[in-house]
């Protein structure tokens, strides 16, 4: 098993590119999420898609937008890029035995 | 006001050596998880607790959930340098959101 898998691992983007960060998971898990992590902070959620088919903001949900494109795969795109958003972006997922496991992550810098 | 206490916020301690970190609460919990997480890396479900006075071993990672359900405990026997990370104690809030305690920065020098 894979466990949690996310692309690209690193990118750079210009004020006001687009971008989608992919995640996926193998674990056969219901519920999926997306945190940012800024530098010496903790993290903070984004979206979190608790089934398939559903979606709901976090904490942190503006300039962001997500799609559950089938049970394994979690989509955040981010429409207009903005300096703020430069930071390491998490993917994670969740089953019925609870706890979270999180994928790699994307480290993000915004021009 | 932080929902789960940890500490000590920070630990340096000698390869060998044994400690305890602490994650407290005033509030009760269903479930506890404990996490590490390493520069660089996204969090590792290390464990998660869910019955008073739970006792669960990872090799040489031993945790323990208070009988009242409110607070918990990660002792590290014979610390490695591999040992070193933030130690994350969480549990889960409303919508699913995942709650961290402050964090313990542990440091296993060899």
């Known amino acids: 098993n894979a466990g949690v898998t996310q692309t690209p691992k690193f990118q750079v983007l210009k004020t006001g590119q687009s971008m989608t960060l992919q995640c996926a998971q193998d674990?056969?898990?219901?519920?999926m999420y997306w945190y940012r992590q800024d530098p010496g902070m903790g993290l903070r959620l984004i979206y979190y898609?608790?089934?398939?088919?559903?979606?709901d903001k976090g904490e942190v949900p503006n300039g962001y937008n997500v799609s559950r494109l089938n049970k394994r795969e979690f989509s955040l795109r981010l429409e207009s890029a903005a300096p703020s958003q430069t930071s390491v972006y998490f993917c994670?997922?969740?089953?019925?035995?609870?706890?979270?496991?999180f994928g790699p992550g994307t480290r993000l810098t915004v021009l | 006001t932080q929902l789960l206490e940890q500490s000590p916020q920070f630990l340096s301690i000698q390869e060998g050596e044994n400690l305890t970190v602490y994650c407290n609460s005033s509030?009760?919990?269903?479930?506890l998880q404990w996490y590490r997480q390493e520069p660089g890396e996204g969090p590792v479900l290390l464990v998660t607790v869910v019955t008073g006075g739970e006792v669960k071993k990872l090799k040489r990672l031993t945790f323990q959930f208070g009988d009242a359900r409110k607070d918990s405990s990660l002792h590290i026997t014979a610390a490695q340098p591999g040992d070193t990370g933030l130690y994350l104690c969480a549990v889960e809030g409303s919508s699913y959101k995942l709650i961290f305690g402050s964090g313990t920065r542990l440091l296993v020098r060899p």
């Open positions: 509030s009760v919990f269903s479930s």
């Open positions: 898609s608790a089934s398939e088919g559903t979606t």
């Open positions: 994670a997922s969740s089953g019925l035995a609870g706890g979270q496991y």
């Open positions: 674990m056969n898990h219901n519920s």
